[in-house]
């Protein structure tokens, strides 16, 4: 079993949240503050237990979350759903994915977008809505769309960890 330390779970978020973009070492540590033999440290610590990959490009060792492994998996789905907590109440029961940032952004598969828009709107009032189908939503993830990527790297996953972890798998 492995434990994660505070830099090991910023990592983890961090390459979750810019997932179409690709780091070294050196610009992970930099973006978070952290210290190169930090990052090293931890990189090397989470590639070992199977949670990272690394992928020699040229002279640069680029890293990303091993979708395939299904403990790297859960890990990063327990991550990203530490980063905010939000009183969903029901519409939980109408949604698949939420996620937050100045925009609020709904991954649902249901046609009454007027009720999830005024649930959504009474929870967020000061926030721009988009509401998309799931396939739209694994399309844009796919595709890198650059609002998804935005809202993302920027946001809190508010609900619907798993769908982003599922959809994330396939994008490299």
Not at 98 to 125: C, E, G, P, Y
Not at 135 to 141: D, L, T
Request: proline share 1%.
């Amino acid at each position: 079993m492995i434990s994660i330390s505070d830099n090991e779970g910023t990592i983890i978020d961090f390459i979750i949240k810019n997932y179409s973009k690709r780091y070294t070492i050196r610009e992970i540590a930099l973006n978070l503050k952290i210290s190169p033999a930090g990052a090293h440290k931890s990189l090397k610590k989470l590639g070992q237990a199977g949670i990272v990959k690394s992928e020699k490009l040229g002279t640069g060792l680029f890293y990303d979350i091993d979708y395939n492994n299904r403990a790297a998996r859960h890990l990063a789905c327990f991550i990203i759903s530490q980063t905010k907590d939000y009183s969903l109440g029901e519409l939980k029961e109408l949604v698949k994915a939420v996620i937050v940032n100045k925009h609020v952004l709904v991954v649902s598969d249901t046609h009454d977008h007027s009720k999830i828009r005024a649930d959504v709107f009474n929870l967020f009032k000061d926030k721009e809505i988009m509401i998309m189908t799931e396939e739209e939503f694994r399309s844009g993830v796919m595709r890198a769309d650059k609002k998804i990527t935005d809202i993302l790297g920027s946001g809190s996953v508010a609900y619907g960890e798993e769908l982003l972890i599922k959809s994330l798998r396939g994008f490299r």
